[in-house]
T-cell receptor
Framework: AQSVTQLDSHVSVSEGTPVLLRCNYS??????LFWYVQHPNKGLQLLLK??????LVKGINGFEAEFKKSETSFHLTKPSAHMSDAAEYFC??????????????FGKGTHLIIQP | DGGITQSPKYLFRKEGQNVTLSCEQN?????MYWYRQDPGQGLRLIYY???????QKGDIAEGYSVSREKKESFPLTVTSAQKNPTAFYLC?????????????FGEGSRLTVL
């Protein structure tokens, strides 16, 4: 069975400083991993995805994530936070690399707060 | 523009009433999904459909029903049997068999039971 743990429910950073959102996963197979972002009262939007190609994945809005198999981690980073980054972020794992979204497991989310 | 449209955005219901949430997509995606979101709980899968006239239960299907009569439409009915229906409901779609789990979401419907 697969699972995903987002290690922080809330993260607060100042504008212009780096962002780190932590995600650990558990999977019996080679997983696919995703980060989604959700702004208040909106749907989710895909930020980036890892599907067994390059371990460092670049996404939209300057975000990137590194797949570390030895640490079973897929942390999300951004060099410099912007006020518009304030949102909820979800780490997602899938064991079915070619399948549909019925095989996805969502983390509980990390609320990112940006201080001016 | 292609996308997913959910309606209504806000809905209030009295206990004992059924309500239906609409979800329409023009992305030509085969697969569609309904998720429930509660604060601090992440997303939980209610139902999904990979083809017209077929659908499967997700992790929390009790008290819900769906239909998939058209490729573009996947309405969700929250029945009176659902014990705690107040939540944010999200509809999503994906390319069936591909896409590696990439979902496209609507903007959600917030249901409040009075």
């Amino acid at each position: 069975a697969q699972s995903v743990t987002q290690l922080d429910s809330h993260v607060s950073v100042s504008e212009g400083t780096p962002v780190l959102l932590r995600c650990n996963y558990s999977s019996s197979y080679s997983p696919s991993l995703f980060w989604y972002v959700q702004h208040p009262n909106k749907g989710l939007q895909l930020l980036l995805k890892y599907t067994s190609a390059a371990t460092l994945v670049k996404g939209i809005n300057g975000f990137e994530a590194e797949f570390k198999k030895s640490e079973t981690s897929f942390h999300l980073t951004k060099p410099s936070a912007h006020m518009s980054d304030a949102a909820e972020y979800f780490c997602v794992v899938s064991e079915y690399s070619g399948g549909g979204a019925d095989g996805l497991t969502f983390g509980k989310g990390t609320h990112l707060i940006i201080q001016p | 523009d292609g996308g997913i449209t959910q309606s209504p955005k806000y809905l209030f219901r009295k206990e004992g009433q059924n309500v239906t949430l609409s979800c329409e997509q023009n992305l030509n995606h085969d697969a569609m999904y309904w998720y429930r979101q509660d604060p601090g709980q992440g997303l939980r899968l209610i139902y999904y459909s990979q083809i017209v006239n077929d659908f499967q239960k997700g992790d929390i299907a009790e008290g819900y029903s769906v239909s998939r009569e058209k490729k573009e439409s996947f309405p969700l009915t929250v029945t009176s049997a659902q014990k705690n229906p107040t939540a944010f409901y999200l509809c999503a779609s994906s390319m069936s068999g591909t896409g590696y789990g990439e979902l496209f979401f609507g903007e959600g419907s917030r249901l409040t039971v009075l």
